[in-house]
Nanobody, 121 residues
């Protein structure tokens, strides 16, 4: 079992920044990748970013490229999502997930509880 706990969400104004954190515990030794997804009200869960645990290769959704940065600290079993130049359309519940590197949610087998990000205009 793997447990994922997110933190760092909140309310921010248009153009502001937030950094989300996700700490993994449990059987983390076989982790291939960590990812961030988000779900806005009335919409399906959408891919945001993914990072390979070893090597650090990253991939992003087009909607966040150049604004968001995913990173990890292997020693702390923690993955981060630095979000800059936030827009109201970034408002969503953000989920951390562990699984295979890529942008499809079925590739991820463990999920956090989610953290709310609200961007006001």
């Amino acid at each position: 079992q793997v447990q994922l706990v997110e933190s760092g969400g909140g309310l921010v104004q248009d153009g502001g920044s937030l950094r989300l954190s996700c700490t993994a515990s449990g059987r983390t030794f076989s982790t291939d990748a960590m990812g961030w997804f988000r779900q806005a009200p009335g919409k399906e869960r959408a891919f945001v970013a993914s990072i390979r645990w070893n090597g650090g290769r990253t991939t992003y959704a087009d909607s966040v490229k150049g604004r968001f940065t995913i990173s990890r600290d292997n020693a702390k079993n923690t993955v981060y999502l630095q979000m800059n130049s936030l827009k109201p359309e970034d408002t969503a519940v953000y989920y951390c997930a562990r699984g295979a590197y890529g942008s499809f949610s079925p590739q991820y087998d463990y999920w956090g509880q989610g953290t709310q990000v609200t961007v006001s205009s």
